[in-house]
């Protein structure tokens, strides 16, 4: 019995097209694993350091998974706890794209979450339909973290001072005229006298954002407007004319010039949009999880922002795992320590760890032989030379 001779051959032309998309399959998820590899690696490291001081890494990665995602109320805590970091983290991934590295999330945080609840607690506003008094907080906290974010943007079109340097000033700038504004007694700015520790009056009840589960800390609607800003970010930067600006500036500003681009502009409104994230994180807190400010809720997150960006490769979409991740190891660490003895430091070592690998690729690429693939932002994060 013999066998078509065409059949055969479109049989193995069918085989071969299989394989070879099985292949390209492959290659296009290498990016992806960079930072899949790079969290092993750190929590291997992370194990061997718990050994070493006489704890058992199974039982201790086993209370951090159930302090993570146990029970129901701990997946809805570790959520909440992640819904900031997604706009904190946005703020660099979309300045990033133009070749600038803004730092100043924390800044950012604060001021847009402080005109926040400063709007909330106006007068009117307990008198105002619920929905307006909510749209109102979160412009607020846009419009802040936008002008925030914009300073640097301006400094660095007109004068060419570094962004890096600009932001790490406007954060000091911001946290303690802040602090101050809470804590000053005499004159009372924005601080609750009422209150035995400084902080702003509660804002209007109809102010707030609406709780979607009431765990602690609450999942509230400001889930759903990261994970909205994080879409927006993702289509103006990949589907707008402004987001071929955007990266065409971040990979050359001279060529962008000489394309006729308005590279001044560019860089004022990406770090105003950048700020505007970071701004909507702050209000979102406000008006979703405390109810009034406190300078102490931010500490740090911005700091954060940067490691979780860089571990999503300054991917909008990618932000959001990445944020989740982050946010439930810094949920699920209490238990952690409270069962097996171990320090919620060590969580902190192993987030460090993470952003270490993913930024010393190499490391990861030798171990795991991973091939050199790059994606989009992957280059951008490698090619980029700033505008």
Known sequence: MTSDPDNLNQRIDRAGGRVRAAVLETFRLQPLLIPFYALVLAVLI??????????????????????????????????????????????????????????????????????????????????????FAVVLMVLA??????????????????????EVISTIMLNSIALFFIRWMVNSRNPVVLRDVASTVPRTEPVADNALLPKIVDSSPPVHFGLFLLIGASVLAAFILNRTIFGFEVATVGANADAATYAGMNVNRVIIVVMAVSGSFAGLSGASEVAGTAGFFQPG???????????????????????????????????????????????????????????????????????????????????????????
């Open 46 to 131: 992370g194990g061997v350091l718990i050994a070493l001081v006489g704890v058992n890494p199974f039982e201790a990665y086993w209370a951090l998974l159930r302090g993570m995602f146990g029970n129901g109320d701990r997946l809805a805590g570790s959520i909440a706890r992640s819904v900031p970091f997604i706009g904190s983290a946005l703020a660099l991934a979309f300045a990033f794209r133009a070749g600038l590295f803004n730092i100043g999330a924390e800044g950012q945080l604060l001021v847009g979450g402080v005109l926040a609840a400063w709007v909330g607690t106006w007068a009117w506003i307990a008198d105002v339909p619920g929905f």
């Open 141 to 162: 906290g846009l419009m802040g973290g936008a002008f925030w974010g914009g300073i640097p943007g301006v400094l660095r079109a007109k004068t060419g001072a570094h």
């Open 297 to 387: 809720f931010f500490l740090a997150m911005g700091f954060d922002g940067i490691a979780i960006a860089l571990l999503a490769r300054v991917n909008p979409y990618a932000i959001i795992p990445a944020a989740l991740l982050w946010g439930s190891m810094l949920n699920g660490a209490s238990l952690m320590q409270q069962e097996a003895d171990v320090s919620v430091d060590v969580v902190r070592i192993i987030q460090a760890l993470v952003l270490l690998f993913v930024a010393a690729d190499a490391i990861v690429r030798y171990v795991f032989r991973v091939k050199v693939v790059e994606d989009t932002y992957g280059s951008v994060l490698r090619g980029s030379s700033g505008a």
